[in-house]
């Protein structure tokens, strides 16, 4: 794991709690560190501040994507509007944590996007396990409401246009399709896609599928994703 944050008293602290359960930690002070130690020896995971001087945590999740890096990335941000969280995504960022945070929610995580970059073979659709709503499966494709997924090239269309998505909207967009036309809840979503629920007030979920919305919906084509309200989610076409 490489972890990146400027703050001495918060990486040493990160650095002693994640040693003891159970990482191999390379820390360092800045982004220019972090890219120079993510080129000589790639990790399994980083673990990025987004506020460091110089190259913030932003630019290197920008670096590493451009460069077709795609290990997992965790950002720790100060900052809590929606708008500085998109940008996190936009940058090709994971999942995020918000300071100040308990440690244990950062292992939670951790844990979440380690388990996501371990090959798994495709499962069955959530649910009763029948064929409501279920798409046609192949061992390398799943197809529904337009969308079809390239699950071992990680590449994914609606229609002939192909989307550029990172590691996160790909999982969500694949647990929707796998499941189009069910509803699921906002508990089974954060459990198949993060392994941990965050709880009624989180808007974790919330910001991802608007972002993932705004890179599926096309003028004068119906919206895919439906809000189930006070439920969850649901992939369809009306």
Not at 43 to 62: F, K
Request: with cysteine; proline share 5%; net charge negative.
């Amino acid at each position: 794991m490489l972890l990146a944050e400027d703050d001495r008293a918060i990486r040493h602290a990160l650095e002693r709690a994640l040693t003891l359960e159970g990482y191999e930690v390379t820390a360092v002070a800045d982004g220019v560190e972090a890219l120079a130690q993510a080129h000589k020896t790639p990790p399994d995971v980083l673990l990025l501040d987004v506020m460091m001087p110089g190259i913030d945590g932003l630019q290197v999740c920008r670096v590493l994507r451009a460069e077709g890096d795609s290990t997992p990335i965790l950002m720790l941000t100060a900052l809590v509007e929606t708008a500085d969280r998109i940008a996190g995504l936009d940058a090709g960022a994971d999942d995020y944590v918000v300071k100040p945070f308990d440690v244990e929610e950062v292992f939670a995580r951790l844990r979440a996007l380690l388990r996501r970059t371990s090959p798994a073979p495709a499962g069955p659709a959530v649910g009763d396990g029948g064929g409501r709503g279920e798409p046609q499966l192949s061992d390398r494709q799943v197809e529904a409401a337009g969308i079809r997924m390239d699950l071992q090239a990680r590449r994914a269309w609606r229609g002939k246009r192909e989307l550029e998505l990172t590691r996160t909207e790909f999982e969500l967009l694949e647990l929707l399709v796998r499941n189009a036309g069910i509803v699921l809840d906002h508990s089974t979503i954060y459990d198949r896609i993060w392994g941990y629920d965050f709880g009624p007030g989180s808007k974790n979920l919330a910001v991802y599928v608007g972002y993932l919305r705004r890179k599926l919906d096309e003028p004068g084509a119906p919206q895919l994703i439906h809000t189930v309200r006070g439920v969850g989610y649901v992939l369809r076409e009306d």
